[in-house]
């Protein structure tokens, strides 16, 4: 009887085991997505402020090849601000799984 009792125990921990295990890899995807919104929200609100600055600044002929140069550099600093963000967030995960 005993031991029928510690192999259902066992078997329930085991069930609650693999549930978290579960959860923990939607919570990795969840933030992955998450991660995946954020540089789209970053590489738009770089192209709309940029595109805001020259409309701010110039007279109506605007020069389309300087505005796209303007785009692409913001994007690279964005592109390097987010990945000194992800670096930090592995950092925070790392140090939180050890």
Same mark, same amino acid.
């Given at each position: 009887?005993?031991?029928?009792?510690?192999?259902?125990?066992?078997?329930?921990?085991? &069930?609650?085991?693999?549930?978290?295990?579960?959860?923990? *890899?939607?919570?990795?995807?969840?933030? *992955?997505?998450?991660?995946?919104?954020?540089?789209?929200?970053?590489?738009?609100?770089?192209?709309?402020?940029?595109?805001? &600055?020259?409309?701010? *600044?110039?007279?109506?002929?605007?020069?389309?090849?300087?505005?796209? /140069?303007?785009?692409?550099?913001?994007?690279?600093?964005?592109?390097?601000?987010?990945?000194?963000? /992800?670096? /930090?967030?592995?950092?925070?995960?790392?140090?939180?799984?050890?």
């Amino acid at each position: 009887k005993n031991e029928k009792e510690l192999q259902d125990v066992v078997k329930q921990q085991e &069930e609650k085991m693999l549930q978290l295990i579960d959860k923990s *890899g939607e919570v990795t995807r969840l933030k *992955g997505e998450v991660s995946q919104l954020k540089r789209s929200l970053q590489r738009a609100e770089t192209e709309a402020k940029v595109l805001w &600055e020259e409309m701010r *600044g110039q007279e109506p002929k605007v020069d389309a090849a300087h505005v796209q /140069e303007r785009v692409l550099l913001r994007q690279e600093v964005d592109k390097l601000r987010l990945l000194l963000l /992800e670096k /930090e967030d592995e950092t925070l995960l790392l140090s939180d799984k050890y």
